[in-house]
Antibody, heavy 115, light 112 residues
Framework: EVQLVESGGGLVQPGGSLRLSCEAS????????MNWVRQAPGKGLEWVSY????????YYADSVKGRFTISRDNDKNSLYLQMNSLRDDDTAMYYC????????WGQGTLVTVSS | DVVMTQSPLSLPVTLGQPASISCRSS???????????LNWFQQRPGQSPRRLIY???KRDSGVPDRFSGSGSGTDFTLKISRVEAEDVGVYYC?????????FGQGTRLEIK
C-alpha cells in the first residue's frame, strides 16, 4: 500500500522555523519527483516546491523563495521542507505529493503561524 | 505565471445528471516534449486531494469511467457523465507544463 506520511507541523510564532518531513512507503521513492503543496484554511491549493528524484532540480514558489528549503534523503525514503522566517500567511495544511507517474498525496500536516 | 481559470466556481447538480467544469489557461499548456500537462484533482470534504485525470484525458487507476477529461491548448474540460453522491467535493485543474506549477481556484460540486 502506498503511503505518504507528513509530520512536523505545529504552532509557531511569526519569524520562527519548522521542519516538515514526509515518509514514503509502498513505491519506489527514489524514482519519483516530489512536491510540497499547501492549503490555507478554507482556501484552494497552492504549489510550494518541487524536487527531482535525484535532487538535481529544485523549484520554489515566489511566495516562499529564500525562506523555505526542500530536500530529500532517498536512503530514508523521506522528503523534507525546512521553513524559516515564517509569516502569518504561511498558515496552512502542508501536503507532500507526487504526480509524475501515479498520483500520490499524503494526509497533510497543519502549520499554524500565530503569536 | 500561468493563470488557471475555472468555471463555474459552484456547481449544484441533481443526482444522476451530468456535470461539466471548464478550465482555461492564460497560455498554451503544450510542452516542448509534445505533451500537455493538465491534471484534474478531486478533494472530498475532509480529505486530501486525489488525482483523477492526467495529461488532459488519461484516467488514473481506480477512477470511475464516468469521469472524463478533454481539451487542448488553453481550453480544458472535466465531465462527469452521471453525478453520484460520492462526487461531492472541490475539483481543481493544475498545469505542470510551465514553472511555477499553478492550480485553478477550485469548483465546488454539490448535490441539488
Amino acid at each position: 500500500e502506498v503511503q505518504l506520511v507528513e509530520s512536523g507541523g505545529g504552532l509557531v510564532q511569526p519569524g520562527g522555523s519548522l521542519r516538515l518531513s514526509c515518509e514514503a512507503s509502498g513505491f519506489t521513492f527514489t524514482t519519483y519527483s516530489m512536491n510540497w503543496v499547501r492549503q490555507a484554511p478554507g482556501k484552494g491549493l497552492e504549489w510550494v516546491s518541487y524536487i527531482s528524484s535525484g535532487s538535481s532540480t529544485i523549484y520554489y514558489a515566489d511566495s516562499v523563495k529564500g525562506r523555505f528549503t526542500i530536500s530529500r534523503d532517498n536512503d530514508k525514503n523521506s522528503l523534507y521542507l525546512q521553513m524559516n522566517s515564517l509569516r502569518d500567511d504561511d498558515t496552512a495544511m502542508y501536503y507532500c505529493a507526487s504526480w509524475n507517474y501515479e498520483g500520490y498525496w499524503g494526509q497533510g500536516t497543519l502549520v499554524t503561524v500565530s503569536s | 505565471d500561468v493563470v488557471m481559470t475555472q468555471s463555474p466556481l459552484s456547481l449544484p447538480v441533481t443526482l444522476g445528471q451530468p456535470a461539466s467544469i471548464s478550465c482555461r489557461s492564460s497560455q498554451s499548456l503544450v510542452s516542448s516534449d509534445g505533451n500537455t500537462y493538465l491534471n484534474w484533482f478531486q478533494q472530498r470534504p475532509g480529505q486530501s486531494p486525489r488525482r483523477l485525470i492526467y495529461k488532459v484525458s488519461k484516467r488514473d487507476s481506480g477512477v470511475p469511467d464516468r469521469f472524463s477529461g478533454s481539451g487542448s491548448g488553453t481550453d480544458f474540460t472535466l465531465k462527469i457523465s452521471r453525478v453520484e453522491a460520492e462526487d461531492v467535493g472541490v475539483y481543481y485543474c493544475m498545469q505542470g507544463t510551465h514553472w511555477p506549477i499553478t492550480f485553478g481556484q477550485g469548483t465546488r460540486l454539490e448535490i441539488k
